[in-house]
């Protein structure tokens, strides 16, 4: 048995094997009406999001206007069971917020929505994929380094912050 991904209408059949009944997740960019769905994704996988920050209502209608961020949701049955962010400086892309509903998880899908924002930047001359994971977060080392990704040991994460909310 294999799983059925569709992206933009083209159907793909992904290389991991489901163990039970075929499914057809369809992967497309998010819009607002997708917001309470990713929220609520986001607090199911304890990504520790910024509620009154960057990631409000209002900021993140402002942010899916701006060229430099690509949203993306994965759904089946129309129910949104992963997420991911995608965003760039000009000079190297970052994943933000990859998240999939734990009864879907193990299942490529994170994977997929990695490589769909590689994809992307890579279209876009971006060639330089990175992302910061939190220290007690193993399971998201595990899939960035299988997917290729390099840890860095040398680099310490500096920030400035207008607030606490930022
Ligand atoms: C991290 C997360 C998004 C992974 O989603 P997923 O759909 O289960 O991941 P995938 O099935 O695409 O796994 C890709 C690869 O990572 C590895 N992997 C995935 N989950 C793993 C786990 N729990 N332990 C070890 N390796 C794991 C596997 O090698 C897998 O590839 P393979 O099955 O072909 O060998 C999901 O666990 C999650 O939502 N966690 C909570 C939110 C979070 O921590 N997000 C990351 C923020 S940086």
């Known amino acids: ?3 059925l991904i569709t992206f933009h209408n083209t159907y793909v059949r992904c290389m ?8 057809k997740v369809t992967f ?7 917001y309470d769905s990713v ?11 910024r509620p009154q920050g960057r990631d409000s209502r209002k900021n993140i209608t402002l942010q899916m206007q701006q060229s430099n961020c690509y949203f993306l949701v994965v759904e089946t049955e129309k129910k949104i069971i992963g997420a991911i962010v995608g965003t760039h400086d000009g ?6 917020r990859l998240v999939v509903t734990p009864s879907y998880r193990k299942k490529g899908i994170a ?4 490589k ?5 930047f890579s279209a876009i001359g971006i060639d330089i994929v990175a992302c910061l994971i939190e220290d007690w977060n193993t399971t998201s080392m595990q899939v960035f380094e299988q997917m290729g990704y390099t840890k860095h040991t040398d680099i310490l994460y500096y920030s400035k912050r207008k607030s606490t909310k930022t």
Do not use: C, F, S
């Open 1 to 3: 048995m294999n799983m």
């Open 16 to 23: 991991k094997p489901m163990k039970q009944q075929d499914l």
């Open 28 to 34: 497309r960019k998010m819009t607002l009406k997708d």
């Open 39 to 49: 929220i609520a994704l986001w607090n199911e996988g304890d990504i520790p999001y």
């Open 91 to 96: 000079r190297k892309g970052w994943i933000n």
């Open 111 to 114: 994977k997929r929505l990695v």
């Open 116 to 120: 769909e924002v590689e994809h992307h």
